[in-house]
């Protein structure tokens, strides 16, 4: 809603401030209502005597517990909401102190000791403590469902005790080298020691949640908003907004206008046309920068479950490796950069993005598969899949190479790239169907589909990433929910998988982690065409500063810490200029494009796929 204002020569702003100084609040300032609205309020949609930051996403929250959420969205909140034992350094994002102050190993990497800070509290007043750690782990082993988002990190711990309350002391079976990037939220052992069955407790109940972040989590409501305050008390320093508002908004082309009209001032996951449009609109900055996400087609393996038993409904031909390779051929990644991307993304070759250097991995000469539809015509040709008198190709049941993709509703690369695909394969005698849906997660997660649009935003630390490929992330039972991202299991993988978690010489964990890369490139099941840049744009005149990741040349939205929102500072407009009575809302939209990492994401208990940007 927008609060409409008489054609008169007085300025919106002006006249809002005005208002709100008067005691004035239009309907639309008050707090977020219940029902959910097409358009996000106008600006001023704030507490009195106050400002409020306000974040529109186009995902929907999986879940607020932080042993199931793995979209992005509710991730992010995470990182605002509690401490992980350490954090990554805004500049280079390498490991720094986070409610860990210190840490080291014993010569063996098998026992890790950590020093848990003393300035740290819960928001109900509580001291935190390394027996919440201790018990936050605890938990994860010995509960599955607990383990539902991060039980990677803890897969291969032996024993996680708390001597003393500074002293956290884990473990292991055998090295791992995540020990100082552990992406796990501390939780308050005297709240969460009350859950019964955590594969159906999704934090969303009783506010304010009791977390020592940033900010407190202090209300929520299902594709409507979640707010948090900041927490006054938090080590590092309390945030300078009064609120943090993150507003369900799915229209990104109406948050484009709204940003442009000074009702929105933040907009991330631009498209190409609306950031070429806004950089040379007024008091609008556009961020163009090096992305931590990949862009991608999955190919369903053939779904099963760890007990072997097979599920869903994937096109069998998708099984040979021939047909796979015939459809990597003829995808032609330059054109979807320079037509789709228009230029805002680097062409696709490995799994993880160049910005991570070390790890980065492209295919040799020999190797890469590139835009070469004649060869795959004769790779189809040989493979058995000949085309018949209407042109169509066929196997040798007689079954045409008819397939479907899921497209996310929401996020225009998926269709602009689903129409190049249709007229590539076309030409193949491959017929496709793209499936554009709000809610890709429900056939995903049954295994009913044959291709999907596919993305992650991966960590400095490519562990977790790389483990949603292993066998052991599969459902126990098609019945059951595994951390899978596509049903991927192969045993040369996981071989790898196994030797890069143990290698703690960085050279030699990057040469496994790129052997890994390479045969992931090999299996064709993934195939990234494309590493998006973060493209956003904010209002000068509303955010006076606010720290992208990494600080130079890095992002905002989606960032491996909780830089931006901690530090943002209100322009003195935001502000009201310092009047008492002054209020203001930025508003931060997150756009139609943002990561699953695919899409994997827990509602109540279920996966859900909902954008490219799902998962950190």
């Given at each position: 809603?927008?609060?409409?204002?008489?054609?008169?020569?007085?300025?919106?702003?002006?006249?809002?401030?005005?208002?709100?100084?008067?005691?004035?609040?239009?309907?639309?300032?008050?707090?977020?209502?219940?029902?959910?609205?097409?358009?996000?309020?106008?600006?001023?949609?704030?507490?009195?005597?106050?400002?409020?930051?306000?974040?529109?996403?186009?995902?929907?929250?999986?879940?607020?517990?932080?042993?199931?959420?793995?979209?992005?969205?509710?991730?992010?909140?995470?990182?605002?909401?509690?401490?992980y034992l350490t954090n990554y350094d805004v500049k280079d994002a390498k490991p720094i102190p986070g409610l860990a102050t210190e840490w080291k190993s014993s010569p063996d990497k098998l026992t890790w000791t950590y020093t848990i800070r003393?300035?740290?509290?819960?928001?109900?007043?509580?001291?935190?403590?390394?027996?919440?750690?201790?018990?936050?782990?605890?938990?994860?082993?010995?509960?599955?469902?607990?383990?539902?988002?991060?039980?990677?990190?803890?897969?291969?711990?032996?024993?996680?005790?708390?001597?003393?309350?500074?002293?956290?002391?884990?473990?292991?079976?055998?090295?791992?080298?995540?020990?100082?990037?552990?992406?796990?939220?501390?939780?308050?052992?005297?709240?969460?020691?009350?859950?019964?069955?955590?594969?159906?407790?999704?934090?969303?109940?009783?506010?304010?949640?009791?977390?020592?972040?940033?900010?407190?989590?202090?209300?929520?409501?299902?594709?409507?908003?979640?707010?948090?305050?900041?927490?006054?008390?938090?080590?590092?320093?309390?945030?300078?907004?009064?609120?943090?508002?993150?507003?369900?908004?799915?229209?990104?082309?109406?948050?484009?206008?709204?940003?442009?009209?000074?009702?929105?001032?933040?907009?991330?996951?631009?498209?190409?046309?609306?950031?070429?449009?806004?950089?040379?609109?007024?008091?609008?900055?556009?961020?163009?920068?090096?992305?931590?996400?990949?862009?991608?087609?999955?190919?369903?393996?053939?779904?099963?479950?760890?007990?072997?038993?097979?599920?869903?409904?994937?096109?069998?031909?998708?099984?040979?490796?021939?047909?796979?390779?015939?459809?990597?051929?003829?995808?032609?990644?330059?054109?979807i950069v320079d037509k789709v991307f228009q230029g805002h993304a680097v062409e696709g070759e490995g799994y993880i993005p160049p910005r991570f250097g070390s790890y980065f991995w492209k295919p040799g000469t020999e190797q890469k598969l590139?835009?070469?539809?004649?060869?795959?015509?004769?790779?189809?040709?040989?493979?058995?899949?000949?085309?018949?008198?209407?042109?169509?190709?066929?196997?040798?049941?007689?079954?045409?190479?008819?397939?479907?993709?899921?497209?996310?509703?929401?996020?225009?690369?998926?269709?602009?790239?689903?129409?190049?695909?249709?007229?590539?394969?076309?030409?193949?005698?491959?017929?496709?169907?793209?499936?554009?849906?709000?809610?890709?997660?429900?056939?995903?997660?049954?295994?009913?589909?044959?291709?999907?649009?596919?993305?992650?935003?991966?960590?400095?630390?490519?562990?977790?990433?790389?483990?949603?490929?292993?066998?052991?992330?599969?459902?126990?039972?098609?019945?059951?929910?595994?951390?899978?991202?596509?049903?991927?299991?192969?045993?040369?993988?996981?071989?790898?998988?196994?030797?890069?978690?143990?290698?703690?010489?960085?050279?030699?964990?990057?040469?496994?982690?790129?052997?890994?890369?390479?045969?992931?490139?090999?299996?064709?099941?993934?195939?990234?065409?494309?590493?998006?840049?973060?493209?956003?744009?904010?209002?000068?005149?509303?955010?006076?500063?606010?720290?992208?990741?990494?600080?130079?040349?890095?992002?905002?939205?989606?960032?491996?810490?909780?830089?931006?929102?901690?530090?943002?500072?209100?322009?003195?407009?935001?502000?009201?200029?310092?009047?008492?009575?002054?209020?203001?809302?930025?508003?931060?939209?997150?756009?139609?494009?943002?990561?699953?990492?695919?899409?994997?994401?827990?509602?109540?208990?279920?996966?859900?796929?909902?954008?490219?940007?799902?998962?950190?």
């Amino acid at each position: 809603m927008v609060t409409k204002v008489p054609p008169r020569p007085v300025a919106p702003r002006r006249l809002l401030r005005l208002l709100l100084a008067a005691g004035v609040t239009a309907t639309a300032m008050v707090a977020v209502p219940q029902a959910a609205q097409a358009a996000p309020p106008a600006e001023g949609d704030a507490k009195a005597g106050g400002t409020t930051l306000t974040v529109a996403v186009s995902q929907s929250v999986d879940s607020l517990s932080p042993f199931l959420a793995q979209k992005l969205v509710s991730t992010s909140v995470h990182r605002l909401a509690y401490e992980y034992l350490t954090n990554y350094d805004v500049k280079d994002a390498k490991p720094i102190p986070g409610l860990a102050t210190e840490w080291k190993s014993s010569p063996d990497k098998l026992t890790w000791t950590y020093t848990i800070r003393e300035d740290s509290r819960w928001s109900d007043g509580k001291q935190a403590t390394a027996e919440d750690a201790a018990w936050t782990f605890n938990k994860m082993m010995t509960d599955e469902n607990a383990a539902t988002a991060n039980g990677s990190f803890t897969s291969n711990f032996k024993k996680v005790t708390a001597p003393d309350p500074r002293t956290l002391v884990i473990e292991l079976k055998k090295p791992q080298a995540t020990m100082t990037a552990l992406d796990v939220p501390i939780v308050p052992k005297h709240i969460w020691e009350k859950v019964g069955d955590f594969s159906k407790f999704n934090n969303d109940k009783q506010f304010p949640i009791v977390g020592n972040g940033p900010f407190v989590i202090t209300d929520f409501k299902v594709d409507q908003y979640i707010k948090l305050k900041p927490n006054k008390n938090f080590w590092r320093g309390a945030p300078q907004f009064d609120e943090l508002v993150f507003k369900y908004y799915k229209d990104g082309d109406a948050a484009v206008a709204a940003l442009q009209k000074g009702e929105v001032s933040f907009v991330p996951n631009l498209t190409p046309a609306q950031a070429a449009a806004l950089k040379s609109a007024k008091n609008i900055k556009v961020n163009d920068a090096p992305g931590r996400r990949f862009f991608a087609l999955a190919t369903n393996p053939g779904a099963r479950a760890k007990d072997d038993k097979t599920f869903g409904n994937g096109h069998k031909a998708l099984l040979d490796p021939a047909v796979r390779k015939a459809l990597f051929l003829a995808v032609d990644r330059t054109t979807i950069v320079d037509k789709v991307f228009q230029g805002h993304a680097v062409e696709g070759e490995g799994y993880i993005p160049p910005r991570f250097g070390s790890y980065f991995w492209k295919p040799g000469t020999e190797q890469k598969l590139g835009y070469d539809p004649a060869k795959a015509e004769q790779l189809l040709d040989q493979a058995g899949y000949r085309k018949n008198g209407d042109g169509k190709r066929v196997g040798k049941d007689g079954r045409p190479l008819d397939f479907r993709i899921l497209c996310h509703a929401t996020d225009p690369n998926d269709k602009a790239v689903g129409k190049y695909l249709q007229e590539w394969w076309g030409k193949l005698g491959i017929g496709l169907k793209v499936e554009c849906l709000d809610n890709v997660g429900d056939p995903w997660t049954k295994g009913d589909y044959d291709l999907a649009f596919d993305g992650w935003s991966v960590n400095p630390d490519p562990d977790y990433v790389l483990s949603i490929h292993t066998c052991g992330t599969l459902p126990a039972t098609p019945k059951d929910t595994g951390a899978t991202d596509n049903f991927i299991c192969d045993p040369q993988f996981d071989a790898l998988y196994a030797q890069q978690s143990v290698e703690y010489d960085a050279a030699k964990r990057a040469d496994l982690v790129k052997r890994m890369q390479s045969r992931l490139y090999d299996t064709g099941y993934m195939n990234v065409m494309a590493y998006p840049n973060a493209l956003e744009a904010y209002r000068t005149d509303q955010i006076k500063s606010i720290k992208t990741m990494p600080e130079a040349a890095g992002n905002l939205w989606g960032q491996d810490g909780y830089w931006s929102w901690w530090s943002a500072v209100p322009a003195a407009d935001a502000a009201g200029s310092g009047d008492s009575g002054s209020s203001s809302t930025l508003w931060l939209v997150l756009g139609p494009a943002a990561i699953v990492l695919v899409g994997v994401g827990v509602w109540a208990a279920v996966r859900r796929r909902s954008t490219a940007d799902d998962r950190e």
